[in-house]
């Protein structure tokens, strides 16, 4: 609780240049980054050939070189370092021509994730529906990605939004809803 505390002090306080808040944010919180980018890289690249040390530090320089970043608080830089997380594993996908790219699993089973039996989706596709879904609601797309991307629990994502579990719990199921009708869409 103190690092929360520290990060939203920092946040707030509107003292560090935008340079010194992420160079900060990524000194106090990288390892639980990384923990949880491990945790995220083992269900999409089992053969480990994208280490979770990469992926951090490909999120801290496309944070660190943002024009304008004007992080808010703890949730909005969680909310924006998912994305750059996504983004980053989406341009390798789409960088390469073959279906096993980087050794990065193309189908994901969203099973975990969505309760629903055997589900399966193709990552691109899960990622222009989460573009779609952001159209829609752009809160629902950060608790998907907060969900997807990071593993947060609903309680950890009630949390970070200063909401009760079970409002984000009906968010929740709201998000996937539209997001497994987009999907189906495609």
Known sequence: MQ??????????????SQKENVDTLFDLLYSEIKKIASGQLNKLNPDHSISPTVLVNECYLKLNVAKQ???KNRKHFYCIAAKCMRFYLMDLLKSQGSQKREGIDTMLSLSKLTGEDKLEVELLSLDE??????QIDEKLSRIVELRFYWGFSLDEIASLFETNKNKIYQQWLMAKSLLLNLIQEK
């Open 3 to 16: 690092i929360n505390t520290e990060i939203t002090h920092l946040l707030e306080s509107g003292k560090y």
């Open 69 to 71: 970043l004007n992080l």
């Open 129 to 134: 529906a989460i573009n779609a879904l952001e």
